[in-house]
């Protein structure tokens, strides 16, 4: 069975579904997923909405630069303390 990859946009709005009474069978039968996804996106979604969640994956991407930009930093000096411990 081919396995199909949701978005989280259109995860949250499987959610909003939900929510407004549609069954989770028949939101599986139309959409394809199985009733254990939905039950994993509806606890790790839960209560986001689609602006909210475009802002978590900025500050998730802003995190991760921030922390690579931290590592390249303190490599760099480590490398010039080296340097400098050697020239004395």
């Keep these: 069975m081919?396995?199909?990859?949701?978005?989280e946009t259109q995860i949250v709005t499987i959610l909003k579904e939900a929510e407004a009474?549609?069954?989770v069978?028949?939101?599986s039968r139309?959409?394809?997923f199985s009733k254990?996804?939905?039950y994993k996106w509806k606890a790790k979604y839960s209560g986001i909405d689609v602006s909210a969640l475009k802002r978590?994956?900025?500050?998730e991407e802003e995190n991760r630069r921030l922390?690579?930009?931290y590592a390249d930093l303190?490599?760099?000096?480590n490398a010039l303390k080296d340097i400098v411990q050697k020239k004395l």
């Design 2 to 7: 081919k396995r199909i990859t949701f978005t």
């Design 21 to 23: 009474g549609i069954s």
């Design 25 to 27: 069978e028949e939101l």
């Design 30 to 32: 139309k959409y394809g």
């Design 36 to 38: 254990s996804a939905f």
């Design 56 to 59: 978590l994956k900025e500050l």
């Design 67 to 69: 922390k690579q930009m």
């Design 74 to 77: 303190s490599l760099e000096h």
